[in-house]
């Protein structure tokens, strides 16, 4: 007797323990004390296109669909309310200003009611220009542009090669200047005049005196007889050349004249004679001829920008250098000029000898590149 009470008894207490977990345990039932009621949100109709839309094209009956969307989430540019048909009544029929994507809500501004009125979707080209950069085209060729392997998205770098004189600061002519004799009211004329570098007080230019313009030229004298001599140069002042880096590292946005809007890629075959249908009057079908580029556009900075302006409107002679994609290291670059040659590379000075090559040669024979010789033209 005494141990089925104890067993009774163990079983009540294990039947109390369960219950006072299971009440502890307990998930909160919503809406006890003690618990916050949430608030109810509004639900909105938004308007969202139900296809691609382009720019100019009318909104159709079906281009629009309703989403619905909390009211807190709706941006004030949405078209959105508690009428559906209200909402399509305000975009149904009108005008998009612009390219409208499928799924893309839309806003007041994405439509117009005359045709107008519309936002041009800019070029494709401007999209790949950094913030901070700029575009610009230069002219090139086979042997400026790296013999045409540069290709869109490349790396390049950009040579100027000039030619310089020397310039009377206030005429800015090429220099030697002119002299002409001047005779002084009453005296006797002189020349080369001495010290006369402009205008004279009290000297009056001789109209009698019928004497061309000379060079200014400079006084030796000769070292055996003593003589003074007027020396005055050969020809005309030989330009000095001089070459350097203007740009380092512009980025190639394209190589070529870019495709114009509504042209088509490649080059148009003619319809032979007698229809599509016909047969081609040759009995080998000729190859489309592919144009080398002539022009290529670089991404550059603003100032770069101004300089490579400036160079094409000067005459300059820029060439392009093509670098590895991955190259980032900045080098500094000097001036090369004859002297720069003559000393870095110790290039010696040939000495006057009394003997020279037959045929007398005044200037570097250039090799002649096959492909740089103008083909004939075909005969009738």
Do not use: C
């Amino acid at each position: 007797m005494r141990r089925s009470r104890i067993f009774i008894l163990l079983a009540i207490i294990l039947l109390l323990g369960a219950a006072a977990a299971y009440f502890l345990l307990k998930p909160p039932i919503p809406g006890s004390e003690g618990e916050a009621t949430p608030v109810p949100v509004d639900v909105v109709f938004v308007a969202i296109a139900a296809q691609d839309i382009s720019r100019g094209a009318r909104i159709p009956e079906d281009g629009v669909i309703m989403s619905r969307m909390n009211a807190n989430l709706v941006v004030e540019t949405m078209i959105s309310g508690p009428d559906e048909e209200g909402i399509r009544s305000r975009i149904v029929d009108r005008i998009a200003r612009q390219d409208i994507a499928r799924g893309v809500p839309i806003t007041e501004a994405m439509l117009t009611e005359t045709s107008g009125d519309l936002l041009a979707g800019g070029s494709n080209a401007a999209l790949a220009i950094p913030a901070g950069y700029t575009a610009i085209a230069i002219p090139m060729d086979r042997l400026s542009g790296v013999a045409y392997a540069m290709q869109d998205g490349d790396v390049v770098d950009v040579l100027i090669s000039l030619l310089l004189v020397d310039i009377d600061p206030d005429f800015q002519t090429i220099l030697p200047n002119q002299t002409t004799p001047l005779t002084a009211s009453g005296g006797t004329a002189e020349f080369p005049a001495p010290n006369i570098t402009g205008g004279v007080t009290g000297v009056e230019v001789s109209e009698a005196v019928n004497i061309p313009p000379l060079p200014f030229g400079k006084v030796e004298t000769d070292e055996v007889t003593g003589q003074p001599f007027h020396i005055i140069p050969q020809e005309q002042q030989r330009p000095r050349a001089v070459s350097q880096r203007l740009v380092e590292a512009a980025i190639v946005l394209h190589v070529g004249t870019f495709q114009l809007e509504g042209e088509l890629a490649g080059e148009i075959i003619p319809v032979p004679e007698g229809g599509v249908g016909a047969p081609a009057p040759d009995s080998q079908a000729q190859a489309p001829t592919v144009k080398p580029p002539d022009i290529i556009t670089l991404i550059v900075t603003p100032q770069e920008a101004l300089a490579l302006n400036w160079a094409l409107k000067v005459g300059a002679d820029l060439t392009f250098t093509l670098r590895a994609p991955n190259d980032t290291e900045v080098t500094e670059t000097t001036s090369v000029t004859l002297q720069y040659l003559l000393d870095t590379y110790e290039i010696t000075i040939p000495t006057k000898l009394p003997y020279g090559m037959e045929p007398r040669l005044e200037k570097l024979i250039i090799p002649e590149l096959p492909n740089d010789k103008p083909t004939a033209p075909p005969q009738q």
